[in-house]
């Protein structure tokens, strides 16, 4: 798998501070390592997007779209 950068990253805030996530890849590491909250549907919907996009099966902005969403419903979004 090849790391797939987005054309925007996304902003999420984290104990105060503002992280970018700048990739599919970066954004799989998040959602599987990182998450601070409940891992809720849209967490799960986000995450499989990301596997999608890096195995080839889904676009970029699939991933970036179902990352801002489950973001938003954690209230990370920076």
């Known amino acids: 798998m090849t790391d797939k950068p987005f054309d925007e990253p996304v ?3 984290l104990d105060g501070v503002t992280v970018f996530v700048t990739s599919a890849q ?3 590491d998040f959602l599987m390592q990182d998450w601070p909250t409940h891992r809720t549907q849209r ?3 986000a995450l499989e ?7 080839g099966y889904r676009s970029v902005e699939d991933a ?3 990352l801002v ?3 938003k419903e954690a209230k990370l979004l920076a």
Do not use: I, Q, S
Not at 49 to 55: F, T, W
């Open 64 to 66: 970036r779209v179902a």
């Open 69 to 71: 969403a489950a973001a």
């Open 11 to 13: 902003p999420l805030k």
């Open 43 to 45: 967490h799960r919907e």
């Open 49 to 55: 997007a990301c596997l999608k996009v890096l195995e």
């Open 26 to 28: 970066d954004a799989a």
